[in-house]
């Protein structure tokens, strides 16, 4: 069972990360837009609803990751988003390429490997 907890919780990680993704692309407001007007305008984007169904379902899965985990080994998972979200910002959002930024989501994976392996 511990596998495929350990697989689901992955696979949140992974929709949270595609939800950052939709609802960046989503956000695109006229310039010089204040507030409200930004507000209105991520209303009416299906990219911003669909990362926010995207949590959704991520949201409802992680709780049954978490009755099946320790939270001290499902949660830091939850940094792996940062390593995802890093490659499909720089894949899909054409955002710039950093070696510094790359290092730092090695640490994080260094460091959630880890704690997984005490677990």
């Known amino acids: 069972m511990k596998p495929v907890a350990l697989g689901l919780a992955l696979v949140c990680v992974l929709l949270s990360s595609l939800a950052q993704i939709a609802m960046k ?22 990219m911003v609803w669909l990362g926010l169904v995207l949590y959704g379902v991520s949201a ?22 940062f390593v995802f979200t890093l490659a499909a910002g720089v894949l899909w959002l054409g955002e710039p390429f950093s070696w510094l930024r790359v ?17």
């Open 25 to 46: 692309r989503g956000m695109s407001p006229p310039a010089g837009a204040d507030v409200g007007a930004t507000y209105l305008h991520a209303l009416g984007s299906p």
């Open 103 to 119: 290092a730092g989501c090695t640490l994080i994976v260094l460091g959630v490997s880890l704690l997984a392996v005490d677990a």
């Open 60 to 81: 409802v899965l992680w709780l049954w990751v978490l009755s099946r985990l320790h939270v001290s080994v499902a949660y830091p998972l939850v940094s792996l988003g």
